[in-house]
C-alpha cells in the first residue's frame, strides 16, 4: 500500500475556517432568535383570551378521561407558560448588531441573496445596514 501524504493547512486557511465557524454562530444566533420571535399567525391571544381557555380547562378537567386529561393538563403548562411570556420584552439589537457585522461577508461567501435573507424574515433595515441590497444575487 501506497503511504498517504500528510495534509498541513496553513496557519491563513486554519484562520479563515475558525472566521468562517465564527460568523456561522453569529448568523445562526440571529436568525434563531427572529424564528422565536415571530408573530403568530392568526388571533392575537390575550391575557384574558388565556385565562378563559384556563378556566375551561379546569372545568373540563374534573369529568376527563385519563389521556383527555394529559392533553389538557399539557395546553395548560402551555397557555401559563405563554402568559407568563406575554410580559417580557425581547431585545434583539445584541443578536442584530452581530449579524450586520458579518451577513454581507458570510452571505457573499455562501452566495446567499437578499431574497433568501428576507424570506427568513431577517427585516430590510437591518440588511440595508450590513450592506446587502436588493441587487446583490
Known amino acids: 500500500m501506497a503511504e498517504r501524504k500528510k495534509r498541513t493547512v496553513s496557519d491563513s486557511h486554519k484562520q479563515a475556517m475558525a472566521q468562517g465557524r465564527s460568523q456561522s454562530r453569529v448568523v445562526s444566533t440571529y436568525l434563531e432568535a427572529l424564528e422565536s420571535h415571530r408573530p403568530k399567525r392568526g388571533r392575537k391571544r ?3 383570551s388565556i385565562d378563559r381557555r384556563l378556566g375551561a380547562i379546569e372545568t373540563a378537567l374534573e369529568a376527563a378521561s385519563p ?19 406575554m410580559g417580557a420584552s425581547v431585545d434583539l439589537s445584541s443578536y442584530e448588531q452581530g449579524f450586520v457585522e458579518v451577513a ?15 424570506s427568513l424574515g431577517v427585516p430590510a433595515p437591518v440588511l440595508a445596514k450590513a450592506g446587502i441590497s436588493r441587487t446583490a444575487g
Open 46 to 48: 390575550t391575557p384574558a
Open 67 to 85: 389521556i383527555r386529561r394529559l392533553s389538557l393538563v399539557q395546553e395548560r403548562l402551555d397557555l401559563e407558560r405563554e402568559r407568563a411570556a
Open 104 to 118: 454581507a461577508e458570510y452571505g457573499s461567501r455562501k452566495g446567499i441573496t437578499y431574497t433568501a435573507w428576507r
